[in-house]
């Protein structure tokens, strides 16, 4: 009976301990043997779920080697994992580490369970198919790296004490650091810390931060002055250089707490770090690692904004595809469909981060009832060949038209995030009507 390698019990035997070990054993006994048992228990699943599509026990088997060996030794293999899975299942980080290939034998383990097939019925299959499925995307959503943080900033005594957060996995544990000269750092664990404060005074001098921005300005006698600056265009650039950021929420890179001692001056900078003037009074601004600051942790002002809007560019592009459709048709029912399918790509793309594979099954839900409707109303319509043509155009410079000003913004122009998202829109808007115009004309002259 075909099937009968996935619901073999050695293949369910591997899903069982691949579930058990992820979600109960890893987070008891962290550690070498329970991270290289998810290694064995996935090379002896994956094949087996994997054959259901390719149907060559070989070719399944082989491909696995080669895929795992490729991601656990490379890192690009590693990278294009870490962003499959991540665009399956949210955030997700897929480590290389060649001692994971200690785990290839149990590709001939799984190789033996295709050898020796058990008789089951297909409601089995069914059964085990979704949790496999699931089991193996959820074994690669390790935790991901959070953006190191610099919150918080006081002065204790003659000592500048930043607070942090951020790291691998990003526990509930809350770093500071302490220094007296802005070179030497000490390491501190902290449960508590002061409120963050926006103006810090030392007799006759003060200094401010406005938050959010990456400035800090000196007062003396009642007069504001700006000492330490980075430009708004290039902090906009700097909160988006980070690929985790979107993940930490918001855009944490401007100031949002200040300190001042008789020697130095520190402003706490979200992602970016601190602004430290030292005793001479000369500004310097240091990034935030494992290690703590350093002027080589900063993010170069030149980094390229990054820019997440493949999303936004895959539902303009459909977008602008069906409403040529439409007027193409002049159908309702290419209406209701296109409108159908926008929605469920919409929400699977958009729900995707938090509710992983489900978003996506919903999403069809409604994409292929869409679609269907779409096909009946060009079916009923009969319209030229040629809007085939427009409607690949107009769904091509919609989707074009859209990614242009966040490519353009990330090397300069325009100067914010917000105003290539405002070209977009109007660039959109633009290229959707001459589609839908297109479309119409091409319906007419039939």
Request: proline content about 6%; aromatic content about 8%; hydrophobic content about 50%.
């Amino acid at each position: 009976m075909r099937h009968t390698w996935i619901g073999q019990p050695l293949t369910v035997l591997a899903l069982v301990v691949l579930v058990v070990n992820d979600h109960v054993l890893k987070a008891a006994w962290p550690g070498f043997v329970t991270g290289k048992l998810s290694d064995v228990a996935g090379l002896v699943l994956f094949p087996a779920l994997l054959d259901l599509v390719v149907r060559r026990a070989k070719v399944s088997i082989a491909v696995t080697g080669v895929g795992f060996t490729l991601v656990k030794t490379t890192a690009t293999g590693a990278w294009l994992a870490s962003e499959a899975w991540t665009a399956v299942w949210g955030p997700s980080r897929v480590l290389a580490d060649p001692t994971d290939l200690l785990a290839l034998p149990a590709l001939w383990v799984a190789w033996w369970a295709y050898r020796h097939p058990v008789s089951v019925h297909k409601a089995v299959v069914f059964l085990v198919v979704p949790p496999a499925v699931l089991a193996v995307a959820a074994t690669s959503a390790a935790p991901i790296d959070w953006p190191y943080e610099a919150h918080n900033v006081e002065s204790d005594g003659d000592e500048i004490v930043v607070h942090t957060s951020g790291g691998y996995g990003y526990g509930g544990d809350r770093i500071a650091y302490r220094t007296r000269d802005g070179v030497t750092w000490h390491k501190w664990i902290v449960l508590e810390e002061p409120e963050p404060v926006t103006r810090a005074c030392l007799t006759d001098v003060c200094y401010r931060i406005t938050p959010g921005r990456l400035r800090v300005d000196e007062g003396r006698d009642g007069r504001w002055t700006t000492v330490w600056q980075i430009p708004d265009k290039v902090r906009d650039r700097l909160a988006r250089s980070d690929p985790e950021i979107p993940y930490h929420g918001g855009e944490p890179v401007g100031a949002v707490s200040v300190a001042v001692t008789e020697r130095l001056v520190v402003a706490a900078n979200g992602t970016d770090g601190i602004a430290l003037r030292d005793a001479q009074g000369t500004w310097h601004r240091l990034g935030l690692g494992p290690d703590g600051f350093a002027a080589t942790l900063a993010a170069p002002l030149t980094t390229p904004g990054r820019y997440d809007v493949l999303d936004d560019v895959a539902v303009a592009a459909l977008a602008a595809a069906l409403l040529a459709v439409f007027t193409g048709t002049r159908h309702p029912l290419a209406l209701i469909g296109g409108a159908l399918m926008v929605a469920g790509l919409r929400f699977g793309l958009g729900m995707a981060e938090s509710w992983g594979p489900l978003a996506l099954v919903n999403g069809m839900l409604l994409w292929l009832p869409g679609g269907g409707l779409v096909a009946w109303g060009v079916t009923l319509a009969a319209p030229p060949a040629r809007l085939a043509a427009v409607t690949v155009a107009s769904g091509l410079l919609g989707g074009l038209v859209v990614l242009g000003p966040y490519a353009a913004w990330s090397h300069g122009w325009p100067d914010f995030y917000a105003q290539a998202g405002d070209l977009a829109r109007v660039a959109f808007i633009l290229i959707a009507t001459a589609g839908a115009v297109a479309g119409f004309l091409t319906s007419r002259s039939r």
